[in-house]
């Protein structure tokens, strides 16, 4: 029923008649029972039941004279200015629906009607009687296919339909009416006749509280909760402080009221100051007095033992200790009672099922719309701004302030206050640090102002929300909360125990149990994570303490482990470096680096940059490690750390490298000036052989071929001098670029290919296939497409499998030019959109061969023209990555082409 019938204040507004009835009017209202449950049956199939619906009864109730007051999804609203003529209607009505064929058996609607007769005059085009309510309120203790009415319909329906008659119901309290109304049920022939007793106020009794405002979301959620419920005798809500426990519990509640004829009773433990005290407020909820000489526990369980009832128990984690006896005992004694508990812990007695519930979800709906979250938030910040609306524009800034708060309910009430005085762009600004001097705060954010109004003291701020559950924290719980809270994301078992001495099971175990900490199992075993509003609080606590450099130090210790074992097997052994294994990590490492720019270790930070060299690039942020490399130098000029050059050295190496992907080339020369002098006061041949390689790049990119290439040649002589030519790779691909560009390609394949073993001793490099892919270009310009297919896609494949995606988008391109020289035009407009759409998306530069896929570009757009190119081009750039890859190695080889010629002279026979 979209109308709520038994809701009060307020009635219809009449749509403008000239002819209303006056006087003694007779009032219907109708709605479909279960229209909620058909309409998520049906799904898609539900409107045009709906539509049917309407029209058969439009149909019959008009026909009789009936004036149509309302429409509202499944609600109608009708006045008759005859008592007779309005019951005749219904039973027309109901024979209608029934003789109507529908889609299926189970989508027919059960409509369910009330008529009351009263003296009203309409007035301005709606009638502002009370007559209305009572109206109302019959029909909303009515059952589906049921015709109820009120006595005084009863009486002022002089005649009835043929062979019909009414049953007297009895003597009913309706909602919001002093007194009781005398209900009658029309009986007639073929009209279904036995119900259930009418859904009036003691048909189920509950206490359950009238929410301010409207719940949000959680379809699946109260779906599961409904059936577990209906499964299990005791369902604990389980979740952290603001997770939505109570709303949650009190919207199923309401689902189920019809569950459980002896009512649904909502008791709030939070509000019980005695433990004693206890069984005494359960028992006074039902309705029970002390019995002298007998404890209330035996009283409250003889009661419900012959009762079917559910008892919602509220923020249970207040009186742990003296909920689970009672509810226990009143298991045992009462078979159908069934408790649904909310609390931050589980109850810990048998037969508990414990319903962990998740955040908001902040996956856009089925539909394309938005999640959960941000419709929450969006309907909170209206309300906040006085019933604006948010614009469309602002929803991509408020999906950033739901992610950033984890989808946590309060935490987003709280945003939505905030909202009042801030954008959404600013609120999002302040909720996110992204190479800020100080750690993001989200407690701070949203708690400024002062308390929630009108919030329960535990729920009036996050902090207050936090800190309940901390003050119950023994001591060794609260270290290790406080400690976690360096960690951005989830974190195993393992490095929980690198983080703390000792064995951290019993205490990670309490902070799961209390839902300050979320287990997450996996198919690689369980991590653990804070939400961040807790993570925030955490925080602070940790700062209060004293503790926060002891538990960061630790935590970047912990994150150069992780990220030095990237490149190793499990023996320990170098392996081919993936950069899929670092995109996990980077959040971490992240945080490990904003603490060492503002008060850790700077060379710890250099360390962690280094490390980051190539996937910093790969993947699009070579200006985010500049950023990172800057504070870092700034970090050790304030504190004189000292940092061996070797270590240096290697971070201004990689700086070089970024600033010439960032364009940057004088930048680019400087530093790599510098990871020259550095290098050569290491004294380390290997590490120089590298940085003296990368110093040809520079060269190059600063418009001095000649000067590079001479470079290339003095650096390869010098690494094999030194035994350490394997370290001057770089030298290798950078000189056989510069052979390739002058049209050099005989030496430049005989260098390629004397240098393959170099690549197979570099596991930071050989996933790139660098040879590889210079060999094909070497084939390309030779027009041998044969041996350009093999190696560009040896070089793709690999690329793509150990993420390098920055020059996978070089391979795609070369993959393009050898479709148009084997005349495949289509396809390679196709990849050089997908390319070019990736490689801006990277930020990465034209590179060394821009004025070659300038040309084969140019030679497709003339083979297919302007319109085909474009089109092809565009669709491109539609795709992602990896399916940018996949349509670069499905094209064919060439041998395997119809016109190739290859195999075409074999002998035949043996």
Not at 127 to 155: D, F, K, M, N
Not at 427 to 435: D, K
Not at 568 to 596: F, N
């Amino acid at each position: 029923m979209n109308r709520d019938f038994q809701g009060g204040g307020g009635y219809p507004r009449v749509q403008q008649r000239t002819h209303l009835p006056r006087g003694q009017v007779t009032f219907l209202f109708t709605d479909i029972e279960g229209s909620t449950r058909l309409a998520q049956m049906l799904g898609d199939g539900y409107r045009p039941v709906l539509h049917e619906h309407r029209r058969v009864l439009r149909a019959v109730l008009a026909a009789a004279g009936g004036v149509e007051l309302f429409t509202e999804g499944d609600s109608y609203f009708f006045a008759f200015a005859d008592a007779s003529t309005a019951v005749e209607a219904c039973a027309c009505a109901q024979r209608a629906l029934e003789a109507h064929t529908w889609p299926d058996p189970q989508a027919q609607p059960k409509v369910r009607m009330g008529l009351h007769t009263g003296i009203a005059q309409p007035h301005g085009g709606e009638y502002a009687s009370p007559e209305v309510h009572r109206a109302a309120r019959v029909a909303a203790a009515a059952h589906g296919g049921q015709i109820l009415l009120s006595a005084s319909t009863a009486e002022a329906a002089s005649r009835l339909p043929d062979q019909a008659w009414l049953l007297d119901l009895g003597l009913h309290r309706l909602r919001g009416f002093d007194g009781r109304e005398r209900l009658f049920q029309l009986v007639a022939p073929e009209l279904e006749q036995h119900f259930p007793r009418p859904r009036t106020e003691r048909t189920a009794p509950h206490n359950l509280p009238s929410p301010l405002t409207s719940f949000v979301g959680r379809h699946p959620e109260r779906a599961e909760l409904a059936e577990l419920l209906a499964a299990h005798r005791l369902t604990t809500v389980v979740g952290a402080g603001g997770a939505g426990k109570s709303r949650l519990a009190v919207a199923v509640a309401h689902d189920l009221i019809e569950s459980y004829p002896d009512g649904i009773w909502n008791i709030d433990i939070a509000g019980v100051t005695d433990p004693g005290l206890l069984a005494f407020t359960v028992a006074t909820v039902l309705g029970l007095r002390p019995e002298p000489g007998r404890p209330v526990v035996e009283t409250l369980v003889e009661h419900a033992s012959t009762r079917r009832l559910m008892l919602l128990l509220d923020t249970c984690e207040a009186q742990v200790g003296v909920v689970a006896p009672l509810v226990a005992q009143l298991l045992a004694g009462a078979r159908e009672v069934t408790v649904l508990a909310t609390s931050r812990e589980p109850l810990g007695i048998a037969g508990e099922l414990v319903w962990r519930i998740p955040p908001l979800s902040l996956s856009p709906s089925a539909g394309g719309g938005v999640s959960d979250a941000v419709t929450l938030l969006a309907e909170r910040t209206a309300a906040a701004r006085g019933g604006r609306p948010v614009e469309p524009a602002e929803l991509a800034d408020l999906a950033r302030v739901a992610a950033r708060l984890d989808g946590l309910p309060l935490a987003i009430e709280l945003a939505a206050a905030r909202l009042r005085v801030l954008s959404g762009s600013e609120l999002a600004a302040r909720l996110h640090a992204e190479l800020t001097a100080e750690e993001s705060d989200p407690l701070r954010a949203l708690d400024a102002g002062g308390p929630h109004s009108g919030a329960h003291a535990r729920h009036a701020t996050m902090q207050a929300t936090v800190t309940w559950s901390y003050r119950t924290l023994p001591d060794d719980a609260a270290q290790l909360l406080r400690w976690l809270s360096v960690f951005a994301g989830p974190i195993s078992l393992a490095g929980v125990e690198w983080l703390m001495d000792g064995d951290p099971l019993g205490p990670l175990t309490v902070l799961v149990d209390k839902s300050l900490v979320q287990a997450e199992p996996g198919a690689h075993g369980t991590t653990y994570r804070m939400l961040d509003p807790i993570r925030g609080y955490a925080a602070r606590r940790l700062a209060a303490h004293g503790e926060e450099a002891a538990a960061r130090d630790r935590h970047v210790a912990w994150a150069l482990r992780a990220l030095q074992a990237v490149g190793h097997g499990p023996d320990g052994q170098p392996v081919t470096l993936s950069l899929y294994s670092i995109d996990p990590l980077a959040a971490e490492l992240r945080a490990a680096l904003r603490w060492c720019g503002t008060g850790g270790s700077a060379r710890s930070g250099l360390q962690i940059s280094c490390g980051l060299d190539q996937w910093w690039r790969e993947r699009g942020l070579a200006r985010e490690g500049r950023l990172w490399l800057f504070r870092l130098y700034a970090r050790l000029s304030e504190t004189g750390e000292r940092v061996p050059d070797a270590e240096l050295a290697r971070a201004y190496h990689a700086h070089s490298g970024h600033a010439a992907v960032d364009g940057e080339f004088v930048e680019e020369l400087r530093f790599s000036r510098r990871a020259e002098s550095a290098g050569r006061r290491a004294g380390d041949p290997g590490l120089l052989a590298r940085v003296l390689a990368g110093r040809s790049g520079a060269l190059r990119d600063a418009g001095k071929p000649d000067d590079a290439e001479q470079a290339c040649r003095e650096v390869l002589a010098w690494a094999t001098r030194y035994e350490v030519a394997p370290d001057a790779l770089f030298a290798v691909c950078n000189l056989a670029e510069l052979l390739w560009l002058r049209g050099a390609l005989d030496e430049a394949a005989t260098l390629l290919a004397a240098s393959r073993q170099l690549e197979q001793l570099r596991p930071a490099e050989r996933g790139r296939r660098t040879l590889d892919l210079l060999l094909g270009m070497v084939a390309l310009r030779r027009g041998d497409l044969v041996a350009a297919h093999e190696h560009l896609t040896v070089a793709l494949r690999s690329r793509m499998a150990y993420g390098f995606h920055g020059r996978a988008c070089v391979a795609v391109k070369a993959m393009a030019a050898r479709c148009v020289q084997g005349g495949d035009a289509m396809t390679a407009a196709t990849l050089f959109g997908a390319a070019e759409s990736t490689t801006v998306q990277l930020h990465c530069g034209p590179g060394i061969f821009a004025s070659f896929w300038t040309a084969q570009q140019e030679a497709a757009r003339a083979a297919l023209g302007d319109a085909v190119f474009d089109e092809a081009y565009a669709r491109g750039a539609a795709l992602s990555l990896g399916e940018t890859a996949s349509l670069a190695l499905a094209v064919e080889h060439p041998d395997l082409a119809v016109d190739s010629s290859r195999f075409a002279e074999l002998p035949s026979g043996s």
